[in-house]
């Protein structure tokens, strides 16, 4: 479960993590109104379940009342992929010297937590591990003890902090750790930790995801789910009945059989895609089931294009074409589609697809690399 950064911030602070004082705004006028209570030079920052808010103008300064609710008006009700801001948090500006990186997430090979930090901070963590991995140190914590003071002064340490944030750090490292344990979390992040010109050391932002299987003992924070607002399409899509994931990607993913779905993402990784979503229509699909699939998944303004991968079976191929082209009539023009089917009514599912004049694969590689490249002609063209 997604929380946002104001919830995030509730927690940490009361694991005694440093963070600025601030409240919620979603109007405006109650911006200006915090900001007159603040008393000093303020940041408005977009309440919502993704990153990447700076970039889309979802943060703004004001240094006067006027100028917050300014900057809330601007912000409030702005799109930031998909998700239409509600609210806003007011807090005070901050004057950072220096920014770094705190983070524990879950380790599938060692089946641990791990501890991340970097000197590279205020910047998305997945970009520095691209092109500077190096700069980010990384640690299992034993979930017997937590992280104690003398391994987060270690990490810190080797991470290349300062020792004039060193202590501060560490406290806070050694805090953030156990926030993850006792919240049931799946991450918890400090991006970016703020070195202030006072000589401070604080959470400039938070990030808690908070593990769904543990919500039995959260109760808390249970209340505070929002699934239409965390993932309006993954709500839609569990009230249509359909087993849908959004993902990151631009490339639309349909299978059936949860299987079959992951082996598509990876193999369309593979041939240079990213994935969009996850959608497993099942066993026995009609036609209207691959229709509703294939509309829905178009909803996503992110996806360029859309393969589909059925293994024939009690789902038969003819059904999957036939829904195809029934949605093909109202897609986006110039959606790039690409069919692979195997198994049972293949062919004449194939058969009706060519006299549609759609796209099919071979096979699984043949459909990934196909869609691949249609979307980047698509995007070249564009």
């Not at 600025?20 to 109007?27: F, H, L, N, R, Y």
């Amino acid at each position: 479960m997604k929380i946002h950064e104001y919830q995030a911030k509730d927690i940490l602070a009361r694991y005694g993590v440093p963070v600025q004082p601030g409240k919620v705004a979603q109007t405006p006028d109650e911006a200006e109104t915090i900001a007159r209570e603040l008393g000093e030079p303020v940041v408005i920052k977009a309440q919502v379940y993704v990153g990447g808010r700076g970039k889309a103008g979802g943060i703004q300064f004001g240094d006067t009342p006027e100028e917050a609710r300014d900057a809330a008006a601007r912000v409030l009700g702005m799109g930031i992929k998909g998700l239409i801001v509600e609210k806003v948090l007011v807090t005070p500006k901050v004057d950072i010297k220096e920014e770094y990186y705190l983070g524990i997430t879950l380790d599938r090979k060692t089946q641990a937590p791990v501890v991340m930090v970097s000197v590279a901070g205020g910047i998305d963590i997945e970009e520095v591990a691209e092109k500077t991995p190096e700069k980010i140190i990384k640690q299992p914590i034993d979930m017997r003890w937590g992280l104690r003071t003398f391994e987060a002064l270690d990490i810190l340490t080797r991470a290349g902090f300062p020792s004039y944030v060193l202590r501060q750090s560490a406290a806070i490292l050694v805090s953030l750790a156990k926030a993850f344990i006792e919240s049931d979390a799946s991450l918890t992040e400090i991006n970016p930790l703020a070195y202030t010109a006072d000589g401070k050391v604080l959470a400039a932002d938070g990030k808690i995801v908070i593990d769904d299987n543990g919500l039995f003992r959260q109760k808390e924070y249970a209340t505070w789910a929002e699934p239409e607002e965390a993932n309006p399409l993954e709500y839609e899509a569990k009230k249509e009945g359909l087993t849908y994931v959004k993902l990151d990607g631009n490339v639309g993913i349909i299978g059936n059989g949860a299987g079959l779905v992951m082996t598509t993402l990876d193999m369309v990784a593979r041939s240079g895609g990213k994935p969009a979503n996850f959608l497993d229509i099942g066993g026995g699909a009609k036609a209207e089931v691959m229709y509703k699939s294939l509309t829905f998944v178009a909803r996503d303004p992110q996806v360029k294009g859309i393969l589909v991968n059925i293994f024939g079976g009690i789902t038969r191929g003819e059904e999957v074409a036939k829904g195809v082209i029934m949605a093909q009539k109202e897609l986006p023009a110039g959606l790039p589609i690409v069919v692979r089917l195997s198994g049972t009514g293949a062919e004449e599912g194939r058969a009706l697809l060519k006299d549609a004049g759609l796209d099919w694969g071979t096979n699984m590689r043949d459909a990934s690399e196909k869609i691949v490249a249609a979307i980047a002609q698509t995007e070249k063209g564009q």
